[in-house]
């Protein structure tokens, strides 16, 4: 299944409306959101634009509520952190890099670990899993990114908005 990686929205709408019509022609078939997306509005797109499941962590500039999140059914909220099942592979989800360490205190046996917060695009390991950050949907500090991931084979691709 193809997964796609995105966090630090910060309500860029038009960044959000490209990427929504690009998840269709990519044939994403599930999201994960690592945070930021900051107001009600832009929550309410995300989560209307896509069909499939947003697992979605909670980021350190939401000004909408967590109980705004309930009214979408299609959202899988783990709050500021959380671990998932995805394929082949146990993956742990944050905003902050600070939580990478509560992630490995919740299961040690981690494969993937996606967080954002930086805005920076980076791939790295710790112990024996991956770190990823996809970068700024937004693209505030650094160009619009988000990834692309695989969750049978692993592989993973950061991809440009805008070249």
């Known amino acids: ?19 929504l019509n690009l998840t269709k022609k990519e044939e994403i078939e599930k999201i994960i959101c690592l945070g930021d997306i900051t107001n009600q509005e832009t929550l309410k797109i995300l989560a209307q634009g896509f069909t499939g499941e947003i697992l979605l962590v909670y980021g350190n500039m939401e000004i909408y509520s967590e109980n705004d999140i ?29 939580f990478i360490k509560n992630l ?3 299961n040690e046996d981690l494969n993937f670990i996606f967080y954002g917060h930086t805005h920076k ?3 790295s390991m710790k112990n024996k899993a991956v770190l990823i950050n996809p970068g ?10 988000y990834a692309i991931w695989d969750d049978q084979d692993g592989k993973i691709k950061l991809k440009l908005i805008h070249n």
Request: charged fraction near 15%.
């Open 1 to 19: 299944m193809k997964v796609a990686i995105i966090s630090d929205i910060h309500d860029n709408l038009a960044n959000l409306g490209f990427f």
């Open 70 to 98: 309930k009214e979408y059914r299609n959202i899988n909220y783990l709050g500021r952190f959380g671990t998932s099942q995805l394929g082949n592979f146990v993956v742990g989800l944050c905003h902050e890099p600070g």
């Open 104 to 106: 490995f205190e919740k």
């Open 121 to 123: 695009p980076w791939l």
């Open 136 to 145: 700024t949907l937004g693209g505030v500090f650094q160009k619009a990114s």
